[in-house]
Each structure stands twice: as structure tokens, then as C-alpha cells.
């Protein structure tokens, strides 16, 4: 079997303005979505979605560099597809979507689920978390985040991931008013969800200590990237709490993970296929198993992005949760034929081989690209 032909589909979907959320300075106005889609003469066909924050056209534009080399090769070939540098995370991303549509494609052609080509007797479901946290205003209503978690709860999610929320230099938030508003969170929803926060690298050393102490009091699940990314910092975090310090979303190398896992600095490592590729995850999950550091994927943006990502879970040998963004809108899902099952808290892989679904063939059609950024800066 040969590969014939490789494309790119660049997608978008705005957000109606009660859709649209706000994180630090940023307004995010609408959904992008990049998909590789790897042909081949023998009547098969790949698919894997590159994160968006590649910037969908240039990844579409990189795709097709890579497609020259590629056009005529053996999908079954593991060799085929470069590593990514680790230099620059965009480029990367372009290798990303090739490399999760040969998991596809490979899968299909072998008729097995890309965890069972990973790993003897994965998962047929893994646990799934409600990641979101980003719509609440601290000029505002803050407490939309207590709701928001309540909702999610109440829907049976058994785990949330919630963000920082606004501009602290806007509204004079400081490490206590924060930690206040984590203990009403807890108080809502601790006894039915785990809980676990991002601070998107926004706080200082001082803060990330103060906050993590707090949540560690409170039984949160882990801290995830709460400051400037460097593994002395991290070290000193993460020993300092019996939480998890979690990190590593934009790596797209097992070598840019290496400074944290000899420091001791990241209790869980997060890469995502959508930026490093399935091969390159679970060669991290590899390394961080033999110093006893769990892998829990970032996977932020699309349906095709969270397969790829939930079959590296189902793959893993201590397999946690799996990243499902709430605030994608009708994107997230609608690039697929058939949502999969979401139940009490699980994503069940559909029983078909590669990564399990298919997208329609008039995705461009009802959600044409949109060009530009897709957030917007804010001032107050």
C-alpha cells in the first residue's frame, strides 16, 4: 500500500458572543480546527486533527512540504514521518497531524484501535474530565465558576479543571481573594468531582507556592503550569506539596521533558498528540513511567484530537484522565460522523479500528475557515 495523497482541512466556527470566554487579557471570539487526511491506493484513508494553535493555514502549508516526501511511501513504515525539532512548537504541530493520521490509517489497515497498536489489553474507555473554568469575569461575577462546577457535577463528570480567570492587575486580585474562591468551589462540588487548576504559566513563584499549599489543604487533584516554565522553579514547587505539579503542554520532545524529570519537577507530564504526536507521546509516557511520573495529555481543542489523545490514555500503564474541553462549541464535535458515547464520566472508544471515527465529507462546507486570530486582546 502507498500513500497517494495528503491535505489539510482548515476549519473555524465563531462564537456567538454568550459563547465567547476571556482568560488573562484574552477574548476568544470563535473555534478553529486543522485536519491531515492521508489517502492511499489501497482505499484507505488517515485522519488526525493538528492543534489549532499551529495557526491552520501554515499548518496546511507545512503539510504539503512534508506530503512531498511522503507521496508513494508505506504508511505502515513507522520511519516515514521526521521527529518533531523542538525549536518551535508550530512547526512541530504539522508532524503532529501526519503523525496521529498513520496511527489512524495504521490501525485500519492492521483492523485494530490505535491503543491495541500501542500497548497488549488497553482500555476500551477511559476517564474523561471537564476542562473549562475560563468564562468568569473577576470584575464581575466570579462565582460563575462555582456554578459552572456545580453544572458539571450535577451533569456526572467526576473531575474539573478550571483556570485563573481574569486580569488580576484589573480587578486587584491577589494569591487570598483566589484561594477564597477555590475554597467555594471546593465547599460546592469536592465531594462529587475532583479538582484540579491551571494558571496558563501567569504567577509568580511566591503566588504558585501560596495557591498550591491552599489547594493541597483542600484536596485538589494537581496544579498545572501555575508559573514561567523552568525546572528549578518547578523542582522547588513540586516538592514543597504533596499535589501533583503538572506541565509540558507546548514540548513537542521527549529531550525538552528531560530537564523537569531530572529535577524531580513535574509530578505528571502533559504533552499532547496534537502537538507532538502520538509516537512522540507515548515515547515520553515511556521515560516518565521508569521515573515514576504519570502522563496525563493535554488535548484542549477538537473530538479527532481528544481520540488521539484518549487512545494514548487507554495505552498507558497507569492510564489517569483524559482532557475534554466544555467551551469548544459545535465544532468540537460536529467534524465527526457520530459523536462517541460519554457516559458516568467515561469516553468509550467506538468498536472500529484506527482512532474509531470518521468525518463528514462537507466539512468545509458548514464550517468554513475563518481568517485571523482566534482571540482578541482586551483592555480595561
Known amino acids: 500500500m502507498k500513500i497517494t495523497n495528503i491535505e489539510t482541512l482548515c476549519l473555524s466556527r465563531p462564537h456567538e458572543p454568550e459563547r465567547q470566554w476571556i482568560t488573562a487579557k484574552y477574548r476568544t471570539i470563535k473555534a478553529d480546527c486543522a485536519i491531515v487526511i ?13 492543534c489549532a494553535y499551529g495557526d491552520p493555514p501554515k499548518i496546511k502549508e507545512r503539510v504539503a512540504g512534508l506530503a512531498k516526501n511522503l507521496i ?3 504508511p505502515a513504515d513507522p520511519s516515514i514521518v521526521p521527529r518533531p525539532e523542538g525549536k518551535d512548537r508550530a ?39 471537564a476542562s473549562s473554568g475560563c468564562m468568569y469575569d473577576w470584575d464581575e461575577d466570579p462565582k460563575q465558576v462555582v456554578h459552572e462546577a456545580i453544572g458539571y457535577a450535577d451533569e456526572g463528570w467526576t473531575a474539573m479543571k478550571m483556570r485563573i480567570g481574569t486580569d488580576w492587575e484589573w480587578s486587584g486580585v491577589t494569591a487570598d481573594r483566589f484561594i477564597e474562591l477555590a475554597g467555594q468551589v471546593t465547599d460546592a462540588v ?26 493541597d489543604e483542600m484536596g485538589w487533584t494537581w496544579f498545572e503550569e501555575p508559573m514561567k516554565r523552568d525546572p528549578n522553579a518547578y523542582a522547588r514547587l513540586n516538592a ?14 521527549i529531550e525538552q521533558f528531560e530537564p523537569y524529570f531530572e529535577k524531580n519537577a513535574f509530578a505528571i507530564a502533559q504533552p499532547d498528540a496534537g502537538v507532538c504526536g502520538i509516537t512522540e507521546c507515548f515515547l515520553i509516557a515511556e521515560r516518565a513511567h521508569e521515573l515514576g511520573v504519570d502522563l496525563c495529555p493535554h488535548s484542549w481543542h477538537n473530538g479527532l484530537m481528544a ?12 492510564p489517569r484522565v483524559l482532557e475534554v474541553c466544555r467551551i469548544q462549541g459545535p465544532l468540537q464535535w460536529g467534524i465527526l460522523k457520530a459523536k462517541p458515547a460519554i457516559e458516568d464520566g467515561y469516553l468509550i ?9 470518521e468525518i463528514p465529507d462537507d466539512l ?4 468554513p475557515f475563518i481568517e485571523g486570530h482566534y482571540g482578541i486582546t482586551v483592555s480595561r
Request: glycine content about 10%.
Open 38 to 50: 492521508i489517502e492511499t491506493d489501497g482505499n484507505l484513508r488517515g485522519i488526525g486533527e493538528a
Open 349 to 357: 472508544f467506538p468498536d472500529a479500528p484506527g482512532l474509531g471515527v
Open 364 to 367: 468545509e462546507e458548514r464550517f
Open 72 to 74: 508513494g511511501k508505506d
Open 307 to 318: 481520540m488521539a489523545n484518549g487512545h494514548l490514555v487507554a495505552a498507558l500503564p497507569n
Open 240 to 253: 514543597a506539596v504533596d499535589m501533583p505539579i503538572t506541565g509540558g503542554e507546548p514540548f513537542t520532545r
Open 91 to 129: 512547526p512541530d504541530i504539522a508532524i503532529a497531524g501526519i503523525d496521529c493520521a498513520l496511527w489512524d490509517l495504521r490501525g485500519k489497515i492492521e483492523n485494530k484501535r490505535v491503543a491495541e497498536l500501542l500497548t497488549d489489553n488497553p482500555l476500551d474507555k477511559v476517564r474523561v474530565y
Open 190 to 215: 469536592i465531594d462529587r468531582m475532583q479538582m484540579m487548576l491551571d494558571g496558563n504559566c501567569r504567577l509568580s513563584e511566591e503566588d504558585s507556592l501560596k495557591i498550591a499549599k491552599a489547594l
